[in-house]
T-cell receptor
Framework: DQQVKQNSPSLSVQEGRISILNCDYTNSMFDYFLWYKKYPAEGPTFLISISSIKDKNEDGRFTVFLNKSAKHLSLHIVPSQPGDSAVYFCAASDRNAGNMLTFGGGTRLMVKP | GAVVSQHPSWVICKSGTSVKIECRSLDFQATTMFWYRQFPKQSLMLMATSNEGSKATYEQGVEKDKFLINHASLTLSTLTVTSAHPEDSSFYIC????????????????FGPGTRLTVL
């Protein structure tokens, strides 16, 4: 039973355009959500997070939106750059239950020059 | 800040041997660290939660006698894969969140660079 899902295994975007990565979750106890960027054979790099009390958090080119009623979050990258090409994982945690992360399956983003 | 290191970055060993992987938080204290495993083209799966000064908590299906975890200090957790077999070959990653006081783990976890284990 996958509690966190990223339904798009891959996404291709032109440089300068917006990249939108989506993530759905089923566990209503999750109250903290994170996005990580990962290259092969490396550990995930933290990008941005959002608490369940917010619906939007922005950091530079990265914005995360949270729709609690739909149990859906998305990561917007604008403008997209070739260096953004990587696998992006969304993760969720229940801060009252130990804070361990549950990861989605990942979405491979390819930004074409 | 919030740097997590892992050592070694890769290891090749013979079947039946034991391998120890270290995870260190370099610039913060971590009362709790987490160990994940990633198989090729798959997501990260939580193996266990490592608690400083107490026993680790293992996820369902993870053999605690095979994957020994020791959290000896606030900056070091070790994962020992005992009697490794080829099916244990994987990418092992640790993460840590900064302690925010009152035993609480920081909301954001930072990951080490990972350790590639290949068992021949």
């Amino acid at each position: 039973d996958q509690q966190v899902k990223q339904n798009s295994p891959s996404l291709s975007v032109q440089e300068g355009r917006i990249s939108i990565l989506n993530c759905d979750y089923t566990n209503s106890m999750f109250d903290y959500f994170l996005w990580y960027k990962k290259y092969p054979a490396e550990g995930p790099t933290f990008l941005i997070s959002i608490s369940s009390i917010k619906d939007k958090n922005e950091d530079g080119r990265f914005t995360v939106f949270l729709n609690k009623s739909a149990k859906h979050l998305s990561l917007h990258i604008v403008p997209s750059q070739p260096g953004d090409s990587a696998v992006y994982f969304c993760a969720a945690s229940d801060r009252n239950a130990g804070n361990m992360l549950t990861f989605g399956g990942g979405t491979r983003l390819m930004v074409k020059p | 800040g919030a740097v997590v290191s892992q050592h070694p970055s890769w290891v090749i060993c013979k079947s039946g041997t034991s391998v120890k992987i270290e995870c260190r938080s370099l610039d913060f204290q971590a009362t709790t660290m987490f160990w994940y495993r990633q198989f090729p083209k798959q997501s990260l799966m939580l193996m266990a939660t490592s608690n400083e000064g107490s026993k680790a908590t293992y996820e369902q299906g993870v053999e605690k006698d095979k994957f020994l975890i020791n959290h000896a200090s606030l900056t070091l957790s070790t994962l020992t894969v005992t009697s490794a077999h080829p099916e244990d070959s994987s990418f092992y990653i640790c993460s840590a969140g900064a302690a925010t006081g009152a035993g609480q783990v920081g909301d954001t976890q930072y990951f080490g660079p990972g350790t590639r284990l290949t068992v021949l």
